[in-house]
């Protein structure tokens, strides 16, 4: 990690929303995610995890966070978990967020305000900047990048999923860090 920042904490606040270091109890919801196409389309989650399989994933983003190389949330909503959300590359100059949520819970602001939160904290960490990756046709994590104040900063050929994939990097700029 950057030594000029401060390791990300094991809680944040996101508006009315609370972000919690994920936990082995949090199994149940990394499963739930799992069954969801559009997040399985999206993101690097494994296809219908087992109770086995999440705990698994679970265990690896703590071992991660321990590391200081990401951290991983559960974005809860009183006592609701609505998603997870994190910031990875932390040993990278400018560290990357993301977010996923449940399909219940998506169309609501939620996923624009864990994403400002995040970028709050790396702001507050020393980042001059934070990243966003998408994939070329997720509209709807483009939409929550550009309500999050990120702009678009270059399309590439990269991989995703083991597929080639057009991506697309999204900026937080400086300029709303200060």
Known sequence: MNPACSPPPSDLVAGALVLRAIADEDWRLESELSMDADVTRWTFYPESMDEVVARKWVARSEALATQGSA?????????????????????????????????????????????????????????????????EGNVASEAVAQRAGFVLAATFEGDHRGVPARLSRWIWPDSQLT
Do not use: H, K, N
């Open 71 to 135: 951290q991983r949330y559960v974005i809860w909503s009183g006592q609701d978990r609505l998603g997870t959300c994190g910031v990875t590359r932390l040993m990278d100059e400018v560290p990357e967020i993301f977010f996923v949520l449940l399909p219940s819970v998506r169309g609501r602001g939620v996923a624009t305000e864990v994403a400002r939160a995040l970028c709050m904290w790396a702001a507050g960490a020393g980042r001059a900047s934070v990243a966003l990756v998408t994939v």
